[in-house]
């Protein structure tokens, strides 16, 4: 049997090739490989300190430290004036499946923590057909050309794209964001302007971190998107509702919030409100915007579907009117796009450019700027615009189709109009509108109700139903089913 110190004489370089922190530590792994390998056995005496650190080229000192770790593991066992050996029974290092799936996680937290507002999101059940939302198709995006630009960019420049970057965004995407942003929404931006973000939830929360602070007044839609409100109870905001109508934000609601006291932000939807889909009228925009400027508020103006408008061109955002630098523009490529690539941005005040940006840096640092890369050549190479030109076609017949459908599935006890814009429609409903959601959700359908939307849950008329992404024929299916439930039919089986 060959003695330990001629096992490691017989390897010279095998110490230096372990990669360990310090000496000590690099020794007893060495030990430990040796060990587990099979050339140091059970039960086997190891040399004294003093030889083993000759042998090794080490100070005494350093074995005399891995060899008490190595006790202290379990590897070896000292006998008094015996020696060290290694030990009879070696410590379990493999790890073994568990024969069950349950793991020992703690329920509880030790620490003290302090509790988290309610957040209201609300999950999709399994296998159910989405008639909310107002998502888009995305089955309908261009994933050749996609797929294709992503690859060229990996290839060809993965030191600037696969590296650290610029927290602000791929700069190719930042201009070619800056150039759609001046040419189709009237805004003055250059390339620096912006910030690219993971989608507009992000650049919200972005946007929250630097301006709310505990206790701030926040004003938000009544009815409104639940998630904005999360972001801003997640900053601390006091939440205060003003009342949407047909003609956007009630403006004159808001002056009497902000005469009681200092807002610190106003979030609006003024392109297509959300849920309604109503669209801001103009004299509300400039009240607004005088309002936000007497009693400096920022405005957040939420332009999430900016391209799907069906009336001809769409309304400019607030935005392109803001002579003070009081609005901060926040879009996303979700609804254009595709909401999994997660891509959005925002136009800030330029001295609030720069903040934002120390907040990104802070907490996720940048984004991905091969994806970020391959999406602005979408853009430059007119892909984007002509998968919008397609997309804004058949979103247009799936309107006229779901429209069409709820009126033969509900009758006289549904009001529906088709909306200017937007991916949803918002249709008034007679009778008990959350027992006819409970009754089509128990056939497999799901859509949204008023109370989903309103700031303090109370009920009201109306629900909400997405067709962006169903075909035609998974639409007609769709409304059949919530037709089914209104009449109280029992569902038939699937
Ligand atoms: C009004 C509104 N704001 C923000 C978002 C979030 O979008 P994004 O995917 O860009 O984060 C949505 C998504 O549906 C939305 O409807």
């Not at 000496?23 to 030990?31: D, E, G, K, P």
């Not at 410590?91 to 937290?109: D, G, N």
């Not at 902000?258 to 409100?273: D, E, K, S």
Request: glycine content about 8%; aromatic content about 6%.
């Amino acid at each position: 049997m060959p003695r330990t110190a001629e096992l490691l004489a017989h390897d010279p370089d095998a110490l230096s090739a372990v990669a360990a922190p310090t000496l000590a530590v690099r020794v007893s792994q060495y030990l430990v490989a040796e060990i587990q390998r099979g050339r140091l056995r059970p039960g086997q005496r190891l040399p004294g300190t003093r030889a083993l650190a000759a042998e090794l080229g080490v100070e005494r000192d350093t074995v005399v430290r891995a060899v008490d770790a190595m006790r202290a593991e379990g590897w070896l066992t000292s006998r008094a004036r015996a020696g060290t050996f290694v030990a009879a029974e070696l410590p379990v290092v493999s790890v073994r499946k568990p024969r069950t799936t349950r793991v020992a996680v703690p329920e509880r937290a030790a620490f003290s923590r302090p509790t988290l507002p309610a957040l209201g999101i609300e999950s999709i059940p399994k296998g159910a057909i989405y008639l909310g939302g107002g998502v888009p198709d995305v089955r309908l995006v261009p994933r050749e050309a996609l797929a294709r630009a992503h690859r060229r960019i990996l290839r060809n420049s993965p030191r600037t794209r696969l590296d650290y970057g610029d927290p602000r965004g791929d700069v190719s995407l930042r201009r070619a964001l800056a150039t759609l942003l001046r040419e189709e929404r009237g805004l003055a931006v250059g390339d620096d302007g912006l910030l690219v973000t993971h989608g507009s939830q992000h650049a919200i929360d972005l946007v929250a971190r630097v301006l709310v602070r505990p206790g701030d007044r926040v004003v938000v839609e009544d009815p409104g998107y639940p998630p904005i409100r999360d972001t801003f109870r997640l900053a601390g905001a006091s939440l205060v509702p003003v009342p949407v109508d047909a003609r956007g934000l009630d403006v004159a609601a808001l002056a009497k919030v902000c005469a009681r006291g200092p807002v610190r932000l106003v979030y609006v939807t003024p392109h297509h409100h959300y849920p309604t889909m109503a669209v801001m009228a103009p004299e509300r925009r400039a009240a607004l915007l005088a309002l936000a400027k007497t009693h400096r508020f920022a405005i957040v103006e939420d332009d999430y579907d900016h391209e799907f408008h069906f009336g001809g061109r769409p309304v400019l955002p607030l935005a392109s009117a803001d002579a003070h630098g009081s609005v901060i523009y926040v879009g996303s490529l979700s609804k254009m796009l595709a909401p999994g690539l997660r891509l959005g941005f925002v136009v800030p005040p330029r001295e609030l450019l720069e903040e934002l940006v120390r907040v990104r840096f802070a907490s996720d640092r940048q984004g991905d700027h091969a994806k970020e890369a391959a999406v602005a050549s979408l853009i430059d190479d007119g892909e984007l615009a002509r998968h919008v030109r397609r997309a804004r076609r058949v979103y247009l017949s799936r309107r006229e189709v779901l429209v069409e459908e709820l009126r033969r599935a509900l009758g006289d006890r549904i009001a529906v109009e088709p909306p200017s814009g937007g991916l949803a429609v918002w249709a008034g409903v007679e009778g008990d509108v959350e027992a006819l959601r409970d009754r089509a959700r128990a056939r497999g359908v799901m859509f949204f109700v008023g109370r989903d939307f309103t700031f303090d849950h109370r009920s009201i008329p109306y629900a909400r139903f997405g067709f962006g992404s169903l075909d035609e024929k998974e639409i007609a299916r769709a409304v059949r089913l919530v037709g089914g439930a209104s009449r109280g039919r029992a569902p038939r089986a699937r």
